[in-house]
């Protein structure tokens, strides 16, 4: 199953963190190629986004189905493949470093089934970790550039 995960120290309190991750609204238009996202509940939205495999660009929808909200350290999810045959979920988690700091995982693991499901789950090896990271990273970028010090 290609996965990723990916930590950074965030020199934010985990209250704030969880103020932003808590809301999909925040986080969805972070993923790599994002085209769209509908919330269709407090747990369920759909994605649109363009994957870039190297030799291919592909338009992927998926349906994120949040399993739980483990209020401040913790969100779970499960993906589903609405255009193709994708299967998957991840999680952001956030531990307390001290008042001021904290560390934030994000993973990823999404896994393609159906007849070319080998061939594009090793195409995917190289596209989850880096997806992971870039939202991840992109996550933190955004909770830096809003909490900003007046």
Do not use: R
Not at 23 to 38: Q, S, T
Not at 42 to 57: A, C, P, R, V
Not at 119 to 138: C, R
């Amino acid at each position: 199953m290609p996965n990723g995960t990916h930590t950074v120290n965030v020199p934010l309190d985990i209250e704030t963190i969880w103020a932003f991750v808590s809301d999909m609204n925040n986080w969805a238009p972070l993923v790599p190629g994002y085209i769209e996202h509908e919330i269709l509940s407090e747990n369920q939205s759909t994605w649109k986004f363009k994957g870039d495999l190297g030799f291919m660009k592909k338009t992927v929808k998926l349906q994120i189905d949040i399993k739980e909200w483990n209020e401040p350290s913790q969100v779970l999810f499960d993906l589903k493949g609405l255009s193709e045959n994708f299967n998957g979920g991840g999680y952001f988690e956030a531990e307390v470093i001290d008042e001021h700091n904290t560390k934030m995982t994000g993973h990823l693991d999404i896994t393609a089934g159906g007849m070319m499901g080998p061939m594009i789950n090793g195409i995917l090896k190289n596209f989850v970790p880096q997806t992971a990271q870039e939202l991840t990273d992109a996550i933190v970028e955004k909770l830096l550039q809003v909490n900003q010090p007046v």
